[in-house]
């Protein structure tokens, strides 16, 4: 528990409202959807990397750990906090600081939320390409620090691929700052990279340097109903070779999800009737308005004609966008139709997805004798599947051997247990099924350098017992 007189320390930095404790700390959720309350022994509030510096030289001197927290919108519980730690909140740092039309960067704090900066962007004929669920909640720093992905991968890539430059606050509270705003720099290590994707553990980013494009003119939004796996790959090779670049996103329901979400729960207005294996979400983007949708109906109409689809709308509003995407980003309807239950994601040959699948839902019916429920979802085109299991009965027990159930068949076909949500400290025991000793040995000797006295996010990711 931190002594009363380093919290005093902090506020003479932070100020008044730099620091949370006490009652007002209760109030604090510990999780988005406000399941759980904060349990650290206070949140500090920084204003400027400068504090946080100056915040993370005193936490150094006294050993004091720290996690640091964003939108709190992580699924691996990578920000939770023990009464012992301090969290670090990046709330009150949330500048657009600048707009760089010509060269298409923005600068941002870390604790700009993912829909303000896209919203930034767009005020410039630009977007930040980075797009998921959570945009409302996910702050650039989480999605940093997560090297987050979600629903342009296939065409954007990851957050990796779209961040020039970070500052980062290292456990001493040495100030690295890179921020890099040119899209070609090969002098020697791009220390970046190490940040990304890190979760917190080797450095805390307060800053950083996005890359943005051109905001499409034209966007074209199809589902489509598929009735087995071959047609979902014919599918997606068709629409790889003729789309190209404007192949924006290609996601797959499985029929559990669909059937699940979009008919039974009432909450939305089915465009596609039940009853077809795969629900398959088609969106293309591009700069011709004279074109593109015209090029878009006449593909759609081919996949019919040639049988890989069985039945498809194509979305002739934006309304009717947002109601094939509300289908597939209905996180409360999946809780409601699912809790209690573990949820994944994992990544695996495209060609491995149907037998996995199918591998996986034959051993939950016979695990949980027909009463656990199975549904999977998720970005196809880039390789990934979000996976909710829920044995019935729950318990911690039977969450373990779901995981099992999971992650075991990956090890074979070469898949990964993460495949954009990190590892937390729920997936840490499974790391070494997606990474060689040799490259968790590494991980430590890089853990070891930047934070020696462990006081980053500690037991995150690699666990403490081995030197983590």
Request: with cysteine.
């Amino acid at each position: 528990m931190p002594q009363d007189d380093l919290l005093d320390a902090i506020r003479a930095i932070a100020g008044d409202g730099g620091v949370i404790a006490g009652a007002e700390l209760a109030k604090r959720p510990g999780d988005w959807l406000g399941f759980s309350s904060c349990m650290a022994a206070a949140i500090v509030r920084p204003r400027s990397t400068d504090e946080l510096s100056r915040i993370m030289r005193l936490c150094h001197a006294r050993r004091q750990p720290v996690i640091a927290a964003g939108g709190l919108s992580g699924l691996v519980h990578g920000t939770d906090a023990a009464g012992h730690e301090l969290q670090i909140s990046f709330e009150r740092m949330r500048a657009v600081e600048a707009v760089d039309p010509v060269g298409r960067t923005m600068t941002v704090e870390a604790g700009v939320p993912l829909q303000a900066a896209q919203d930034a962007a767009l005020e410039h004929d630009l977007i930040y390409a980075v797009d998921l669920g959570a945009r409302g909640s996910a702050t650039i720093g989480g999605t940093v620090s997560t090297n987050a992905g979600g629903n342009q991968v296939v065409r954007y890539g990851m957050t990796r691929e779209n961040v020039l430059g970070l500052e980062v606050v290292l456990a001493d509270g040495t100030v690295l700052s890179s921020m890099n705003h040119l899209l070609k720099n090969n002098a020697a290590y791009d220390l970046k990279q190490m940040f990304i994707g890190s979760e917190g553990t080797l450095g805390l980013v307060t800053r950083a340097v996005l890359r943005l494009h051109p905001r499409p003119l034209t966007t074209a939004t199809a589902l489509l109903a598929v009735d087995d796996f071959d047609g979902i790959t014919g599918l997606l090779s068709l629409c790889s070779g003729r789309l190209g670049a404007m192949l924006t996103s290609f996601e797959v329901m499985w029929e559990s999800h669909y059937r699940a979400i979009a008919i039974d729960s009432g909450r939305h207005q089915p465009p596609l009737p039940a009853g077809h294996a795969y629900y398959v979400i088609v969106e293309a983007s591009g700069m011709d308005p004279g074109r593109d949708e015209t090029f878009f109906t006449a593909l759609m109409e081919e996949t019919l004609a040639g049988g890989l689809a069985a039945d498809a709308v194509i979305a002739s509003s934006g309304a009717q966008r947002g109601a094939i995407w509300g289908i597939r980003e209905d996180i409360p309807g999946i809780m409601e139709a699912m809790m209690p239950c573990a949820v994944f994601d994992v990544s695996l040959p495209v060609t491995a997805m149907p037998d996995y699948v199918a591998g996986l839902t034959a051993s939950v019916d016979a695990e949980w004798a027909g009463q656990g429920k199975l549904m999977v979802f998720g970005h196809l085109g880039d390789g990934n599947l979000h996976i909710s299991v829920a044995p019935r009965p729950w318990s911690e027990e039977a969450r373990h051997r779901a995981e099992e159930l999971v992650y075991r068949p990956l090890e074979a076909i070469g898949g990964s247990i993460s495949a954009e949500h990190g590892i937390g400290l729920e997936k840490r025991a499974w790391l070494s099924s997606s990474r060689t000793p040799e490259e968790i040995a590494t991980m430590r000797l890089v853990k070891a350098a930047l934070d020696p006295l462990n006081l980053l996010n500690p037991g995150k990711v690699l666990i403490p017992d081995s030197g983590a």
